[in-house]
């Protein structure tokens, strides 16, 4: 029996399996890989209008997750809604690593995708937390790769005024982390096309964010 290798991807909001990974979980599923996506959040605040925010909204970003992930070619029983309250992942660290861990030591991923713990969103950098915390715990070895989408600078800093910004910054700048660039090329329009599937997202996305994310032939990620 042919043992398929897996890849396990941490999206902390419903779409951030598309932006930040859609090439290489494209390029993995046509390479035979099992991928699942673990969705921490349930991305209830996902819209710059207070009015379309809330429950529906997240129940339209999980039907959305669901269309997403059959462009690229994963199956509906690969995805793991953790649902945790967008925004307020920190909240529940502890908890969400013990749940992690079971989903870890269940599928036995070969390789594992999260945010970087740089990242300036909150939800991001509270993903990247439980992940590490519960790969440590478990003692599971696996190549780990992370991805930074909120990535800190000068320009977030003087907007969001947090201290936690200024270290991130700090420690990132004297990281010695090792880059890899992944050539998406053949497959950044089942990227982009991934992205689509999440209109709730896709209609607020700006020309320059668009051109960052799905008209680029590499990813970038962390080792």
């Not at 390479?31 to 129940?59: C, H």
């Not at 030591?105 to 969103?121: C, T």
Request: charged share 30%; aromatic share 10%; hydrophobic share 35%.
């Amino acid at each position: 029996m042919i043992i398929m290798p897996k890849l396990l991807y941490i999206a902390p909001h419903p779409d951030d399996e598309c932006d930040n990974g859609g090439g290489l979980l494209a390029m993995r599923v046509r390479e035979g890989y099992d991928v699942y996506i673990v969705y921490m959040t349930d991305g209830r605040l996902g819209s710059p209008k207070p009015e379309e925010r809330g429950v529906e909204l997240a129940k339209r970003r999980m039907r959305e997750a669901y269309e997403a992930l059959k462009v690229l070619g994963i199956p509906a029983d690969h995805a793991i809604f953790l649902n945790y309250p967008d925004g307020e992942l920190r909240r529940f660290i502890n908890e969400a690593v013990v749940k992690l861990k079971d989903i870890l030591a269940r599928i036995k991923p070969d390789e594992v995708v999260h945010p970087s713990i740089y990242e300036v969103h909150p939800d991001h950098w509270a993903s990247a937390v439980i992940t590490i915390r519960a790969l440590k715990e478990l003692g599971l070895k696996v190549k780990e790769y992370s991805y930074l989408n909120y990535e800190p600078s000068l320009t977030r800093l003087r907007r969001l005024k947090r201290i936690d910004v200024l270290i991130k910054l700090i420690k990132y700048k004297l990281s010695r982390k090792r880059v890899m660039m992944v050539n998406i090329a053949q497959y950044k329009e089942i990227k982009h096309e991934c992205m689509k599937r999440h209109e709730s997202q896709y209609r607020y996305l700006s020309k320059d964010y668009i051109d960052k994310y799905f008209n680029t032939d590499y990813e970038r990620y962390f080792m």
